[in-house]
Every structure is written in C-alpha cells, then in structure tokens.
Nanobody
Framework: QVQLVESGGGLVQAGGSLRLSCAASVRLFANNTMTWFRQAPGKERVFVASIYWSGGRTYYADSVKGRFTISGDNAKNTVYLQMNNMKPEDTAVYYC??????????????????????WGQGTQVTVSS
C-alpha cells in the first residue's frame, strides 16, 4: 500500500509561482513513475506532468510545458511540481499519483488516470487574475 501526501497549494496571482510537494510512504524504485494530474471545477481530471524515477525523465502536457517543472528527491521519496508564470486557467485541485508497477524505459509514460492505483488527497491551487 502506498500513501501519498500532497502539500503546497494555495492562492497566487497570475504570473506568480507555487511549488507542490507529494511525499510517498514507501521507497520509490527506479522504474516507478510519479505524476501530477489536475481537475478544474466542472471538468475532467487531466494529466499535467510525469517523472520516471530512473534518471529523472520527464513528460509534460502542452498546456504547462515551459512553465511547470516536475522533479524528485530520491532520499525523501518526494516529487515536486514547480509552477511558474501561472495563469487563471491553472486553477484546479492538483493530485499526485504513483505507478509502482514497474515500467520499462521505452514505455514509461502513463497519462490516463485509470492507469494509476495510488492517489493523494488533492491540494487546491487558485490563480487570481
């Protein structure tokens, strides 16, 4: 069983920055994937960014590419999402998800929520215009 605890959400003005954290209760291994999703009011949950624990490979949604950075701290089993130049459309509940099934390096990206078994409780991010 993997527990994920998110923190770092809040209210920020457009153009500002926030950093989200997600701490896993277990050690993460090289072929595990940690991912951030978000869900805006009245909309479906969508993929934001993902990191493959081995080598720190990353993958981003086009909507956040160049503004958001996902990173991991192996010693703390924690994944971060640094969000810069934020926009009102970034307003959403942000969820951390873990895929510990073990993926090969040539097929590690998973952008659909149903492919993840473990989820955090979510943290609200609000960007004011």
């Amino acid at each position: 069983q993997v527990q994920l605890v998110e923190s770092g959400g809040g209210l920020v003005q457009a153009g500002g920055s926030l950093r989200l954290s997600c701490a896993a209760s277990v050690r993460l291994f090289a072929n595990n994937t940690m991912t951030w999703f978000r869900q805006a009011p009245g909309k479906e949950r969508v993929f934001v960014a993902s990191i493959y624990w081995s080598g720190g490979r990353t993958y981003y949604a086009d909507s956040v590419k160049g503004r958001f950075t996902i990173s991991g701290d192996n010693a703390k089993n924690t994944v971060y999402l640094q969000m810069n130049n934020m926009k009102p459309e970034d307003t959403a509940v942000y969820y951390c998800a873990a895929d510990v099934a073990g993926r090969p390096t040539y097929d590690w990206v998973r952008i659909r929520g149903h492919e993840y078994k473990y989820w955090g409780q979510g943290t609200q991010v609000t960007v004011s215009s």
